[in-house]
């Protein structure tokens, strides 16, 4: 779609701009070629006009042939040559420096009265260049040129009817001769642009133009805009989540530093229970302690000699024994005891 869209663009633009010329490469010019049989008297003679359809029209060299010609559909907006007859256009080859290659108008306008017997306001002129050698540092160059004076009201009468030529050629001495064309830059640069109407439509196009470069940026922005709004209408849940990670990691390390305590104290709680469902009961506590590993229970039992190898079959257990002489409590009929063991990791 992009690309059909330039194509049209180009195409309006070649449309809008009259005095645009142009080329095709090593070839005949596109345009519409008027071709005249004399520069002397060519009023009210006949000139063939060719590149407007598929034939030649003839008109008469006058104020109401140009005007036809000028009615002729696509006249006005395609490159206008000015065809003369054989040895109107003269033409001299020249051998120059390459180093002047650069500024090669500028010189010739310079050198113009040494090279041909015409002061360059005498005359249109055009060059190219037709060959170079690098080795011997010479550039060949074909310096064409056409007398103002006559050229000039031909010129004038089309100019008169509307119409501006862009360059001038015509056919060499010989039959097989490659034609010679000099480029009326000049002219085409007074040119005027157009009617309002044209210069509106040029204004459109590149206004039309810079949209078509702006849209993807705007639009890029606006899609950036937009997903920094959501972004920020995320934040609150973003810091939520967050948070709620924090505290996470922070119950993790914390159940972590558990862990490792109870691996080195042991698990009180599961010593209890352990205690608790290995001794009879008709035995009380009146002490239990829990340090490094190492257990000491106290207290009152019927039968206090039972109680290591009740001790000793809990596999949470390790090594029961008296820690001191058990005593007898004959009034109340129990034995009062001391144990320490440890407890397996």
Request: one cysteine or more; a neutral charge.
């Amino acid at each position: 779609m992009l690309a059909e869209f330039l194509k049209w663009w180009i195409r309006q633009w070649l449309t809008i701009l009259p005095f645009l010329s142009r080329f095709k490469s090593g070839g005949q010019s596109v345009g519409v070629t008027i071709e005249l049989q004399s520069v002397r008297h060519y009023h009210d003679k006949s000139m063939e006009i060719a590149g407007i359809g598929s034939g030649i029209v003839v008109l008469p060299f006058n104020a109401d042939g140009l005007a036809q010609l000028r009615a002729l559909p696509g006249v006005k907006q395609t490159p206008l040559r000015l065809s003369l007859p054989a040895g109107t256009i003269l033409e001299r080859k020249v051998s120059l420096p390459v180093a002047v290659e650069r500024d090669l108008a500028q010189l010739l306008h310079y050198e113009m009265n040494r090279l041909t017997p015409f002061a360059p306001a005498d005359v249109f002129w055009d060059w190219m260049i037709a060959g170079q050698d690098r080795r011997l540092g010479k550039l060949d160059i074909r310096l064409r040129l056409a007398r103002r004076d006559v050229i000039a009201p031909i010129l004038d009468a089309l100019q008169s009817a509307g119409l501006h030529a862009d360059c001038l050629e015509n056919g060499g001495d010989e039959a097989d001769a490659p034609r010679r064309r000099i480029r009326l830059a000049s002219e085409k640069a007074r040119r005027p642009i157009g009617s309002p109407v044209r210069v509106t439509a040029f204004a459109a196009c590149g206004v039309l133009f810079a949209i078509l470069c702006v849209t993807p940026f705007l639009r890029q922005q606006m899609q950036l805009s937009a997903v920094g709004e959501r972004i920020a209408a995320l934040q609150p849940a973003v810091a939520a989540a967050s948070a709620l990670r924090r505290a996470i990691e922070s119950d993790a390390e914390s159940n972590v530093v558990l862990r490792v305590e109870r691996g080195i104290a042991g698990d009180p709680l599961q010593a209890l229970a352990a205690v608790t469902d290995a001794l009879p009961d008709d035995t009380w506590l009146t002490d239990l302690t829990l340090q490094q590993r190492v257990l000491h229970l106290g207290g009152e039992s019927h039968a206090a000699a039972q109680l290591i190898g009740r001790l000793a079959a809990v596999s949470l257990v390790a090594d029961p024994a008296f820690a001191a002489p058990v005593t007898s409590d004959t009034d109340r009929h129990a034995d009062i005891f001391a144990i320490s063991a440890e407890i397996r990791p």
